[in-house]
């Protein structure tokens, strides 16, 4: 219950005033402005994400990349931004702050190869000058506030999180996500909650919990457990919108909404796709392809559906298949 009160407050970064703690995480891949759409219905007050752009394609590319396009009424948005060039970050800062992003986040928790080779993602985690020089870079670029979003350490042998972590906030972060793996875990294992409670007790900026929140539950434990000022879910919202929403309700009210039955999921997952090929035509339709299998989940006969759901090859397809799923509900 300690848990519950303190969300009723906003979070505060810096000068941004959110209210709500809970907040949808980037997610390469999804949380393009059609899934934003879907999760700001149901958590009306939550920090939404764009996708992670790279800064130094921002440099070389003549026109913005879609990845940071946002509406003006997805308000709280950030916009997230990976490189390892402060320079570079400190210029895509000014373009996305142009595009409307309220707050600019960093991202240094990426595991991928091809991005920690360059330099960039959770590699920053085993440079933390250059990870203090892009912080610095963005904060001095910028007059909105500058968050970053990382992880525990490079490996079970080199968790460094405290000490970067507190050069994070000298640099003039104004927020921190903590991811509570390691990057050689990458999203396998327990996220280990308790190094998110000691980095909460040596900063001063908010500190947001991240890693395995999959329910409310999950959220008021973890918050029990780390006194962080907030969670930020990820993997738990893939073909599931609601959750953000599920957790901030239950936070607020101390009640538990109701969950989605598979036909409001169903539903859900319909205008997913209708949404996907509005924005983005047949690119749309393929993108859809795993979000749609994501959504038919538990009920009898969602793994056929899935399967029908992975191969579609048209808008009209997967809408006939999913209100045929529906009708059998
Ligand atoms: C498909 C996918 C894409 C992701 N893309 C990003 C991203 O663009 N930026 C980022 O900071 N983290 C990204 N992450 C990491 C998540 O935001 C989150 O930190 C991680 O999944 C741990 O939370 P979870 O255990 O609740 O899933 C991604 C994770 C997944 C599974």
Redesign the pocket.
Known sequence: MIATLQQTTPLKIGSVKVNSRVLQ??????TDMVFRRLVRRYAPDSMLYT??VKAKEIHHLRELPQVMNIAPDESPISI?LFDSRPDFMGEAAQKAVAEGAQTIDI?M??PVNKITKKGGGSSLLRQPEVAEAIVASVVEAVEVPVSV?TRIGWDETDINILEFAQRLENAGAQMLTL?G?TRSQG?QGN?QWHWIKQVKQILSIPVIA?????SVEDAVQCLEETNADGV?????TLGYPFLAGEIDHFLKTGEKRPQPTPGERLTCAKQHLQGLWEYRGDRGIYQSRKHLAWYAKGFPGAAQLRDNLSQIQGLEEGLMLLDEAISQQ
């Open positions: 995480s980037p997610l390469s891949g999804v996708e992670m997230q991202n928790g990426c979003k991811h793996r999203y996220a991240n890693g395995d929140i999959f930020m879910c990820s993997r738990g």
